[in-house]
């Protein structure tokens, strides 16, 4: 009986193998803006600029027509940079860096579509991190915070097919629905605090609300 159930499980694997297919996924986000002023008696100088990136690799495993399921991560970059031209020492620079990343597991179910077109909603169970750092002129680069959060994620996708091999993929990041819970860290003052967040939320910012990839179909 043992061997029986093992062999229906073996082969069970072996079609399930038969039919998937990998596949792999990227996108980058790129931002940024910067305002220069002129000051009476002062040449232009920029008064902020803030840079933003992000990339997102992917690996999937397509093991049926309507759902897959993989690993993701994500990792971003966020500068702030400020000038004061009236500062007394001279232009006083204050940069604040902000670094975040996540890894995740997700599975994606394919509710409709046509041919080329499809739509979908993905599903994660994540871990990650955020750093945030701050410099003056003058002075050393300081962490003021750091967090840990971990949760589950649901989003809707929706792909196109260019070719038979290659995919253009959206993130509708706007819309999500989930659980979040971070541990937040105030560097400067050694104060620890939990947050904990739940439903069917929105982005903070409008800057960045989705991300558009590339998916290569092996």
Known sequence: MKRGISLCIILAVVTAAGNAQFFVEGSLAVEYNDATPTFPGHPPEKQFADSYWSVSP??????????????????????DLQRNPY??????????????WNLAGFCRYKIWGTEKLSFLVESSIYIGGVGKKEEMTGQHTKKIESR?????????????????????????????????????????????????????????????????GFIYHF
Not at 58 to 77: C, E, M, Q
Not at 88 to 97: D, Q, W
Not at 190 to 200: A, E, I, P, Q, V
């Open 87 to 100: 500062a007394a020492s001279g232009v006083l620079v204050f940069e604040k860096i902000t670094f975040q």
């Open 58 to 79: 992917l690996i999937g495993y397509k093991l049926y027509d309507d759902f897959a399921a993989g690993v993701k991560a994500n990792f971003s970059r966020k500068t």
């Open 148 to 212: 840990s959060s971990f949760g589950i994620n649901v989003e809707p996708l929706v792909t196109y097919d260019i070719t038979g091999k290659w995919s253009i993929i959206t993130s509708y990041r706007l819309f999500n629905l989930g659980f979040r819970y971070e541990t937040v860290k105030n560097e400067e003052t050694g104060l620890n605090k939990k947050l904990f967040s739940y439903g069917l939320g929105a982005a903070s910012s409008l800057s960045i609300p989705n991300t558009i």
